[in-house]
């Protein structure tokens, strides 16, 4: 089985201040993870993918994650908030051995602020 | 651009009227998704189709089925629609399914 915890579901920053989107993950495979952005009415767009290899990933957009397999996390990161930044994150972790679809489990998702 | 398209971006149906909600994708991806997602929620599988094998959730009600007559083309078809079913439904497709998911941008379905 596997899980994906969102530490929170509202994160407010400054503008031009970094930003911090905690994610743990819990699987019996080497899980492949992913942070997806979602803007109001919009489809969710794939920010970065972590996939066993470099454990710092960099994403679209000044994002990047590191994965921590000792802390079974995945935080989100970028060094300055822009206002374009507020929208919906949420953390995606795939685990089953081979994939498959069924094996995408989606976090409840956090809820980024972005203060002028 | 490849790309995923959803129509139509909102639909209003009334309650316990069939409807229809459709994607296609240009990215001649072999997985395509249905999910629905609900105000303030997390995306939530409906079922997916690898190819023609059609791929149901356990707990999607019967209520909903799903056709892909093509490699372009998928829909989701509601039989008797709920206030409940009112949601953003979301496709999406990749091209194995261990592999990042591309989004259309949704269609939101009201019920009257």
């Known amino acids: 089985a596997q899980s994906v915890t969102q530490l929170d579901s509202h994160v407010s920053v400054s503008e031009g201040t970094p930003v911090l989107l905690r994610c743990n993950y819990s699987?019996?495979?080497?899980?492949?993870l992913f942070w997806y952005v979602q803007h109001p009415n919009k489809g969710l767009q794939l920010l970065l993918k972590?996939?066993?290899?470099?454990?710092l990933v960099k994403g679209i957009n000044g994002f990047e994650a590191e994965f921590k397999k000792s802390e079974t996390s995945f935080h989100l990161t970028k060094p300055s908030a822009h206002m374009s930044d507020a929208a919906e994150y949420f953390c995606?972790?795939?685990?089953?051995?081979?994939?498959?679809?069924?094996?995408?489990?989606f976090g409840k998702g956090t809820h980024l602020i972005i203060q002028p | 651009d490849a790309m995923v398209i959803q129509n139509p971006r909102y639909q209003v149906t009334q309650f316990g009227k069939p409807v229809t909600l459709s994607c296609s994708q240009t990215?001649?991806?072999?997985?395509m998704y249905w999910y629905q997602q609900k105000s303030s929620q997390a995306p939530k599988l409906l079922f997916h189709?690898?190819?023609?094998?059609?791929?149901n959730e356990a707990d999607t009600p019967d209520n909903f089925q799903s056709r892909r007559p093509n490699t372009s083309f998928c829909f989701l078809d509601i039989r008797s629609p709920g206030l409940g079913d009112a949601a953003m439904y979301l496709c999406?497709?990749?091209?194995?399914?261990?592999?990042?998911?591309?989004f259309g941008d949704g269609t939101r379905l009201s019920i009257l």
């Open positions: 999406a497709t990749s091209r194995e399914g261990d592999q990042p998911q591309h």
């Open positions: 699987s019996s495979y080497s899980p492949s």
């Open positions: 972590y996939t066993s290899a470099a454990t």
């Open positions: 995606v972790v795939s685990g089953l051995s081979g994939g498959g679809a069924d094996g995408l489990t």
């Open positions: 990215l001649n991806h072999n997985v």
């Open positions: 189709y690898y190819d023609k094998d059609f791929n």
